[in-house]
């Protein structure tokens, strides 16, 4: 259980995204003089979640490090014990990791503004403020970095735009509920079925998690009440997707074949034959053919709400037999349950917003500015959570028992070991005819991203310490 007592401990953005503050900034550091460094760090007010429940917040700052930035502060990660092999190697430590995120191709890292040799990370410094006062914000942290012994890499500001992301969809409709209480009970029978509610330790070190344990973490309040940080920074082509979609099947019929590859109205709805209720309160245990919403739909993948059991709870005779696989099509039974896999999304959008109709129609400014999103989310287990999600479910081109089908919205479209295409995406229309959509671009390229570990407020001090 997460008593109250320890949520001093926790830094705040595990518990709550701050929609309130609209203005964000990610100040991407290097560490150049370990002590003085080590000092700016220790003054700095980093917000907790009890500091966030007891009073309204006018700005909040969060602290993570990379691994070569733990080593780079004089804190030994390896000889600590307990750090996830994966946050150890780094998001771009390796071909064989590229190729499980789909860091290929045009996403490949040595094609990064950021992430990787003299622009890898050291520490992210995350400021959170009103939209009118983030600039200043900002500039406080910049300007003292002279001082810090620590180099800006990168400054990546918010455009303050909640709620939205650039392909002009509703965004952040679909979070977990963690099990702060600790009420859960893993293993029983009603987790044949899709739950939200998810143990506190799939999110927070040194908790049980949905296996009702908990695993190796760093040790001696260093790791406790700490989390694994995912920080993406994703540019999209918003232009040239609906460009793409209004050439295929007009104007008039993109944005439903837009909504048919995310999986949601752009409203954020969800699509119309599936549970009514709220928006994030739905499975797809009416639609598993996919019929309404398709198998390989944006959000489906990301979270395919999935329970132990593809049939359900039917009572006791039809579990017995469902779980000796006496019933039941291996097809249905092609994608994991998502109790294992759920993270705790916090991004932003960032660069101008463009609608879906000018997008469609006339010539961008010369001028115009990138557009993208900072993908950050928090786990407790990189290599089941993030990486599973990301290369199992997203990169995948054989997703659910899909056929050389990436996420239509995130797919570098790269052929397959084979030489198959993975450029295509498959739905069944209004007049419940299965079409294809073959050919697509990739929509989404990776500017630069990193893994970082998120410390409690005990742990920070630990390793920042003299």
């Given amino acids: 259980m997460v008593a109250s007592a320890e949520q001093?401990?926790?830094q705040a953005i595990i518990d709550r995204g701050f929609g309130s503050l609209?203005?964000?900034?990610?100040?991407?550091?290097?560490?150049?003089?370990?002590?003085?460094?080590g000092a700016w760090l220790r003054s700095l007010p980093v917000t907790s979640v009890a500091d966030a429940k007891a009073r309204r917040l006018e700005c909040v700052v969060q602290l993570a490090f990379t691994a070569a930035g733990l080593n780079a502060l004089g804190f030994n990660a390896i000889a600590a014990g307990g750090f996830a092999p994966e946050f150890l190697d780094g998001m771009a430590g390796n071909a064989r990791k590229s190729f499980q995120l789909g860091d290929e191709g045009h996403n490949a890292p040595e094609y990064w503004t950021w992430g990787v040799g003299d622009k890898e990370p050291h520490i992210l410094l995350m400021l959170l403020a009103p939209l009118a006062q983030i600039a200043g914000f900002e500039d406080k942290y910049v300007a003292a970095l002279h001082r810090a012994g620590c180099d800006l890499i990168s400054a990546n500001r918010s455009n303050g735009l909640l709620g939205r992301e650039p392909f002009g969809f509703a965004d952040g409709l679909s979070q977990p509920e963690p099990d702060w209480e600790d009420k859960l009970v893993p293993g029983t029978k009603a987790d044949r079925v899709y739950r939200n509610r998810i143990a506190a330790g799939e999110f927070l070190l040194g908790h049980k998690n949905e296996y009702g344990?908990?695993?190796?973490?760093?040790?001696?309040?260093?790791?406790?009440?700490?989390?694994?940080?995912?920080?993406r920074q994703l540019?999209?082509?918003?232009?040239?997707?609906?460009?793409?979609?209004?050439?295929?099947?007009?104007r008039s019929g993109a944005i439903t074949l837009a909504e048919m590859m995310v999986g949601r109205g752009i409203n954020g709805d969800p699509l119309s034959s599936l549970q009514a209720g709220p928006r994030n309160?739905?499975?797809?245990?009416?639609?598993?053919?996919?019929?309404?919403?398709?198998?390989?739909?944006?959000?489906?993948?990301?979270?395919?709400?999935?329970?132990?059991?593809?049939?359900?709870?039917?009572?006791?005779?039809?579990?017995?037999?469902?779980?000796?696989?006496?019933?039941?099509?291996?097809?249905?039974d092609a994608v994991a349950s998502a109790r294992f896999h759920r993270i705790l999304r916090r991004g932003r959008s960032y660069g101008p917003v463009i609608e879906p109709a000018d997008a469609m129609s006339g010539d961008p400014p010369t001028d115009e500015e990138e557009a993208g999103l900072h993908f950050i989310c928090l786990n407790a287990s990189l290599a089941r959570q993030f990486e599973?999600?990301?290369?199992?479910?997203?990169a995948s081109a054989?997703?659910?028992g899909l056929s050389c089908e990436q996420d239509p919205m995130l797919g570098n479209r790269l052929?397959?070991?084979?030489?198959r295409t993975t450029d295509s995406f498959s739905y069944v229309d209004a007049n419940g005819y299965p079409r294809i959509v073959n050919d697509l671009a990739p929509l989404v390229t990776v500017k630069g991203g990193a893994y970082f570990f998120l410390p409690g407020l005990k742990g920070l001090s630990r390793i920042l310490a003299d």
């Fill in 22 to 37: 609209a203005g964000a900034s990610y100040l991407l550091l290097r560490v150049t003089d370990k002590a003085r460094a």
């Fill in 235 to 250: 540019a999209q082509n918003v232009r040239g997707f609906w460009r793409c979609l209004a050439e295929r099947v007009g």
């Fill in 388 to 394: 599973f999600v990301q290369g199992a479910w997203v």
């Fill in 8 to 10: 001093a401990d926790i």
């Fill in 398 to 400: 054989y997703f659910g």
């Fill in 281 to 332: 309160d739905f499975s797809y245990a009416s639609d598993p053919d996919g019929i309404c919403c398709p198998i390989g739909a944006h959000i489906r993948r990301a979270n395919p709400r999935s329970g132990d059991d593809p049939n359900g709870r039917r009572g006791f005779a039809y579990d017995v037999l469902s779980s000796l696989g006496l019933k039941g099509t291996a097809m249905h």
């Fill in 415 to 419: 052929p397959d070991n084979g030489g």
């Fill in 213 to 231: 344990f908990i695993p190796d973490y760093p040790p001696d309040e260093i790791g406790r009440n700490g989390s694994y940080l995912v920080y």
